[in-house]
């Protein structure tokens, strides 16, 4: 009967983490019965959905399509902001074609302006991009050359931060065929990089807090997912270079990962408190928590929302778990503790310093395991 009663008052118990738990169940499982799916809504219109592919080598190039070679070069690079995915660049773009692409620009009367677009350019009331002269500049065998300077904001749709604060950060500069008169439409108009582009970035190419790793420039087409009126879905070919900074090791460990840890070490060493002195065994954890918590906060301040945990995530995650599970284990320990009798207090003590030990362990183990393999899977 008492163990009726005891397994009674346990279920009452629980019963509000059982019901948390469903909830949270619920909500993970469940969604939005309307959404459609991207692919359904495409097949309902018969279109591709959106696609930025790899252009095929220049070998590849048929005779209804020309070729327009591009160049870019970036003076500076600066203002960069993680939490709004942004920053700014200053620079020069040119671009040169042959007397056919001439011939097409001359008759569907495309100026030099209207050549091509920053697609990942944001706030274009405070942007420049401007040709240099008014008319393109006349070469040797028929080819013409054009070429622009651009001082704007941009959007980082290459940013990832999976293993933050020991990311690398990807800057893309993204051009684009602007005319539809160039697109997949009527006669295809590729971009490919120049065969003079000797140099991506100038002396202000570094970045604060970074290592300047290089740069690549590629180029793609890009598949829009909306026709835009009209009965077809354009293909413009686009070109993007790509500046790579390293995040500096040593300052990401000192900065975030050596607080975290030195907390931690309070933490796991809170168990060599002698078990009867309950109370301060109870305030170790609870006061690791909130600093934690406030550790957390401080390092989120500069990212954007993110719908994935990023490295240092992770290993806060995982200290949560083992301050909480020291803060139940000092709880068990300390009422183990107070209600042996005066004769049991040395045999209380040693069952307690027996458990506490183990919990060390799995606590440094698990700690470490997740470490390795969060630190594995962003690879």
Sequence with gaps: MRAIRLSAATARRLLPILLIGVAVVGLWLGGDPQQVPIESRVEMFNDQAEAIEPQPDISQVREDQQIMYYGIHVDKVYELSRQSRTFSADGYVWVEWAAQTQQLMAEKNISPDELIRLVNQIESWDSTFVPITDQPIALSAGRYYQRYRFSSRFYDDAINFHRDPFDSLILPIVTEIAPDAMSNKYQQTLLYPHHHQNGFLGLSGDLSGYQLKGAVLSSYL???????????QPVQSQARLEIIYQSDYWSAFVNWVLPLIIVMSVVLLSPAVAGSLGDVRLAIPSTALLTLIFLQQAYHDDLPSLPYLTFLDQLFACSYMIAMGL???????TNVYTKA??????????????????????????FSAVALVTWMSTY
């Excluded at 890009?222 to 077809?232: D, E, I, V």
């Excluded at 803060?327 to 320990?333: I, M, P, S």
């Excluded at 005066?342 to 440094?364: H, L, N, P, T, W």
């Design 222 to 232: 890009h598949t829009y997912p909306s026709r835009f009126g009209s009965w077809y």
């Design 327 to 333: 803060f139940a284990l000092f709880t068990w320990g």
């Design 341 to 366: 009798n005066d004769g049991e207090k040395e045999e209380a003590m040693a069952r307690i310093d027996r458990v506490d030990f183990i919990f060390q362990c799995v606590s440094v183990a698990g």
